[in-house]
T-cell receptor, first 113, second 110 residues
Framework: EPEVTQTPSHQVTQMGQEVILRCVPISNHLYFYWYRQILGQKVEFLVSFYNNEISEKSEIFDDQFSVERPDGSNFTLKIRSTKLEDSAMYFC???????????FGPGTRLTVT | RKEVEQDPGPFNVPEGATVAFNCTYSNSASQSFFWYRQDCRKEPKLLMSVYSSGNEDGRFTAQLNRASQYISLLIRDSKLSDSATYLCVATSGSARQLTFGSGTQLTVLP
């Protein structure tokens, strides 16, 4: 069964450093998403991406964040200058063109020290 | 603010019990609804979509009441492996942005 994959599973970084989280969506999906979940809190939408551009973003997704599809398989989330409050689980998801069902990857746990 | 509200539980039930979870959503423009399950420190896994006519998948039945903006999930004959947090999810804005509830924790006891 096809699945979304994410790397790394855990990333530790110092405050102010840049991080790039990587995702490989399900191969025939065309919509891609990033969500985050701070420990003990709800899953929160960050951004959706379609046809090589951002289609929606939340208030959380400020200028420190960017997304990119650098090639035909990867989808990345970059945080330019990490803050302590960026520590969270980051989930990538994807969905097909005819379905609104989103399938999530296993997540990257980001710890900012 | 567009929210999805759930009873956080926890629900502790014996194996074989029937358990029901309820959820309300505030955005009347929401078009699509889902139940996900999330195991501790894992990703949300899609359990089922929820349709206006109600739908069933094995031991799981989901119902949607658009007039009341209310969604439910019924689990029959619960198994130990059903122990997880159940997330009620509605789309917000466009159909592609998911808003999650805070989840209802279920523990099925032997």
């Amino acid at each position: 069964e096809p699945e979304v994959t994410q790397t790394p599973s855990h990333q530790v970084t110092q405050m102010g450093q840049e991080v790039i989280l990587r995702c490989v969506p399900i191969s025939n999906h065309l919509y891609f998403y990033w969500y985050r979940q701070i420990l003990g809190q709800k899953v929160e939408f960050l951004v959706s991406f379609y046809n090589n551009e951002i289609s929606e973003k939340s208030e959380i997704f400020d200028d420190q964040f960017s997304v990119e599809r650098p090639d035909g398989s990867n989808f990345t989330l970059k945080i330019r200058s990490t803050k302590l409050e960026d520590s969270a689980m980051y989930f990538c998801a994807s969905s097909g063109i005819q379905s609104y069902e989103q399938y999530f990857g296993p997540g990257t746990r980001l710890t900012v020290t | 603010r567009k929210e999805v509200e759930q009873d956080p539980g926890p629900f502790n039930v014996p194996e074989g019990a029937t358990v029901a979870f309820n959820c309300t959503y505030s955005n009347s423009a929401s078009q699509s609804f889902f139940w996900y399950r999330q195991d501790c420190r894992k990703e949300p896994k899609l359990l089922m979509s929820v349709y206006s006519s109600g739908n069933e998948d094995g031991r799981f039945t989901a119902q949607l009441n658009r007039a009341s903006q209310y969604i439910s999930l019924l689990i029959r004959d619960s198994k130990l492996s059903d122990s997880a947090t159940y997330l009620c999810v509605a789309t917000s804005g466009s159909a592609r942005q998911l808003t999650f509830g805070s989840g209802t924790q279920l523990t099925v006891l032997p």
